[in-house]
């Protein structure tokens, strides 16, 4: 809850960017009219409101530190010549207002608006100690505390680097699965309508009840793409809906896919071992989403009669596997292997698992095996 909290914090900063610098500069007013409340020794002349309000101008440039930096900086080292030369006011513990610059410099300004800082602050520095104290010992910690603030503002530049950077890697992967899913459903659901209607002009010389069939398989499997094409476009544009939608299909679902493929005249059989309930949703639509497309492959390439989906959990460990009896692999010379088995293998080393495709049991048809880890009810909690 607490790092929820920090982060709600820095996106409502990140909205607001007024407000926070508005704050900020009323935290530093309050740092500095500390002096001004402290009672001051007798032989010191009493603080004067005259001597609080160029304190206070010093502050206020602050609110535009993010718009110009480098203005405010020279705006706040004007206002405070002018306290340190015209007036006897109380001084400060720390310059908190040429911190706060230094740092902002340091985070959002270019090299050369911090190399002018770097140079303004070597002739600054010295010159406001040798007015105050003369005193080396000053002289070392005014040096020592503004390379730290300049320091730190180097590093929060780097960390929102960073930052930004995964988020661009975190937006490509998004785009990538995306690109997955919807490469799958409508590869899995054109290649079959493609399959019946060309089967269809035969059907309805030979035999019409098999026409009748095969247009009603076309019309369930476009409905089928259009329902999971609907549900993914929905997430994608409400993720926050909390309605339980998800385009992400369960192995339940399964046996409703092998009969469309059924449908389009592939003999399809189904086995399963070793209880699939209670798998993580992530895993039992990966798998589901393999087993697509490795009969996708099988509808449009292999010219096969038959095939076998197998899915077995042994342990901690899921196995999708794939068989036909067509033609098998393809051995074309330089040519370059399918969106599909790319597929396949992102989505297993995903989830830390394998995937492989080659000639199946003595070198007849096609075979597609992924071994998936299945994690412990613990690691899906974390």
Known sequence: MRIRGVGQAREWGAAHPWAVDAGLALLVQAAVTMPFVVPRPPELEPATWSAYGLTALTVLPLVWRRRAPMAVLLAVLATSALYRLALEGPGQPLPYQGLLCVYTIAVLAPAWQRAVTAGLLLVAVPVSVWLNTQSARELTFSLFVFAAAYVLGRLTDARQRAHLVEAERAAARERARIAREMHDILSHAVSLMIVQAE??????????????????????????????????????????????????????????????????????????????????????????????????????????????????????????????????????????????????????????????????????????????????????GA
Request: hydrophobic share 40%; no cysteine.
């Open 199 to 380: 089967a269809g002009p035969v059907a309805v010389r030979r035999a019409p009840e098999r026409a009748e069939a095969a247009f009603e398989a076309i019309s369930a499997t476009g409905r089928d793409a259009m329902d999971q094409l609907r549900r993914m476009l929905g997430v994608l544009r409400d993720e926050d809906s909390g309605d339980g939608r998800s385009p992400q299909p369960d192995l339940a679902e399964l046996p409703a896919l092998l009969d469309r493929v059924r449908a389009g005249g592939l003999d399809v059989r189904y086995e399963t071992s070793g209880g699939l309930a209670g798998l993580p949703a992530p895993l039992a639509a990966t798998a589901y989403r393999i087993a697509q497309e490795a009969l996708t492959n099988t509808v449009r390439h292999a010219r096969a009669r038959t095939a076998t989906v197998r899915i077995d959990r042994s342990g901690a460990l899921l196995t999708v596997l794939v068989r036909d009896d067509g033609r098998g692999p393809r051995t074309t010379p330089g040519r370059a292997a399918g969106h599909g088995l790319a597929g396949m293998r992102e989505r297993a080393a995903a989830h830390g698992g394998t995937a492989t495709a080659g000639p199946g049991p003595d070198g007849r048809g096609f075979e597609v095996r992924v071994e998936l880890p299945v994690p412990s009810p613990a690691e899906v």
